[in-house]
């Protein structure tokens, strides 16, 4: 079958991955935290709201997809966001993404624990690559990643907030992922079921993570860094290091991992310039809200000019398509582009920009639009009834 045929949606490249990758990657890519509740409620959530059809329309024979961003348009109305070693999965799995990202004519928001850093994407990325920024325990360390920006020209940070306490995901428990320092008999028996990803690692070593690359106290190798990154995360998060990182940084700020609306509320006061309504893809608290049903009041407590961004279970054209009925600008995607590129590399995550920009667009013409503007300026419950 060619590959065209085989990829069809999300779970295609969900289920390629899996068989490409070391179990102990793939749980972590797919884990949530705890029963896993937060994160089955994230895609239940879609099924809360149904979109209207139209008939008899006088459709255009293209659909206008852009969508705001930060100030300006970018060609598609969602957009990678940070996954942590992408760079694992696939080998420069961080730029492949940002590369696609790119061509698609979207942002690519890069994580702190990324392989490739800031100052080698910037110059293949150019406006399109953001940083998205962990405190660090250290305030030295932090100011070595806002520098690290500054030099390579990076306009937009995303301030991780959600993750000031660490939560648990049996799943890498079990697989031992936190302690993971060095590649253990049980580890090695793993990465030779897997021979195609395994082949790469012995022919070209085990990356490290390069934005801290030399520094002793994070140690040698992405898996032992990974480790010394999530421990050295700040537990000293408020609002005072938003409004801090505020006045330091000149560029666009937008706290990525609010998801009630009176911290929408604070994020409006603090001077940020967007939020990303997320619970980190149902990996933090668990038994909370879908992401989905929470759109609409935190648009109403964001106001509208700020920019609200959502993640968390979108893998449908039509699940973005509800996102911004109720009131999103974009909508980011963790997991779907982490499987792309595990799966398919560049061309995984080419095919996934074209399969869900073209879902969006035939879900907006049998809906009677021809933008997202119109989709917008439309009442909601012109577009979407809810369900039950
Ligand atoms: C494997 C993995 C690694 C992640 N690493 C980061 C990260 O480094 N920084 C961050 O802000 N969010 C991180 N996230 C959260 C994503 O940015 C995003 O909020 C979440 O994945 C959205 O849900 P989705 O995967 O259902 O699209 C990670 C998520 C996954 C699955």
Redesign the pocket.
């Known amino acids: 079958m060619s590959r065209d045929r085989r990829y069809q949606n999300v779970d295609d490249f969900q289920k390629a991955a899996r068989k490409r990758l070391p179990k102990i990657f793939a749980d972590?890519?797919e884990g949530g935290a705890f029963s896993e509740t937060t994160l089955r409620r994230?895609r239940a959530g879609f099924d809360a709201y149904a979109l209207r059809q139209r008939v008899l329309c006088n459709l255009e024979p293209e659909v206008d997809l852009s969508a705001r961003y930060l100030g300006r348009r970018q060609a598609l109305p969602f957009f990678p966001?940070?996954?942590?070693?992408l760079g694992l999965y696939r080998r420069y799995g961080d730029l492949k993404v940002g590369l696609a990202a790119k061509a698609a004519g979207v942002p690519f928001a890069l994580?702190?624990?990324s392989i490739k850093g800031i100052a080698s994407l910037a110059p293949q990325l150019g406006e399109n690559l953001a940083f998205?920024l962990?405190l660090d325990r250290d305030p030295t360390v932090n100011e070595s990643y806002l520098e690290a920006c500054r030099i390579a020209g990076v306009e937009t940070i995303?301030l991780?907030v959600d993750t000031a306490i660490t939560s648990v995901r049996e799943r890498d428990n079990r697989n031992g992922f936190r302690a993971l320092q060095k590649i253990s008999p049980g580890l090695a028996w793993q990465f030779a079921k897997r021979p195609r990803w395994s082949l790469d690692l012995l022919r070209n070593g085990m990356p490290g993570v390069e934005l801290v690359e030399g520094r002793p106290e994070f140690g040698r190798g992405a898996l032992a860094q990974a480790s010394a990154l999530s421990a050295r995360l700040d537990k000293d998060l408020t609002w005072e290091k938003v409004r801090w990182l505020r006045d330091l940084w000149p560029g666009r700020l937008v706290i990525?991992?609010v998801s009630d609306r009176r911290d929408a509320e604070l994020a409006r006061a603090s001077g940020v310039d967007g939020i990303v309504l997320?619970n980190?893809?149902?990996?933090q608290l668990d038994q909370g809200l879908a992401s989905i049903s929470l759109v609409a009041e935190m648009r109403a407590a964001l106001g509208p000019e700020r920019d609200l961004f959502v993640?968390?279970?979108?893998r449908r054209g039509s699940d973005i398509v509800k996102a911004l009925a109720l009131g999103a600008d974009a909508v980011?995607?963790?997991?779907?582009f982490?499987w792309a590129v595990a799966a398919e590399g560049d061309w995984g995550c080419a095919r996934l920009f074209e399969l869900l920009a073209q879902e969006i667009a035939i879900t907006l013409q049998l809906m009677g639009l021809n933008s997202l503007a119109e989709l917008r300026a439309a009442p909601v419950d012109s577009l979407l009834s809810p369900m039950g």
């Open positions: 972590y890519i994230n966001g940070p996954v942590g070693f994580s702190t624990f998205q962990y995303f991780t990525k991992g997320s980190h893809g149902g990996r993640d968390s279970g979108f980011m995607l963790g997991r779907p982490a």
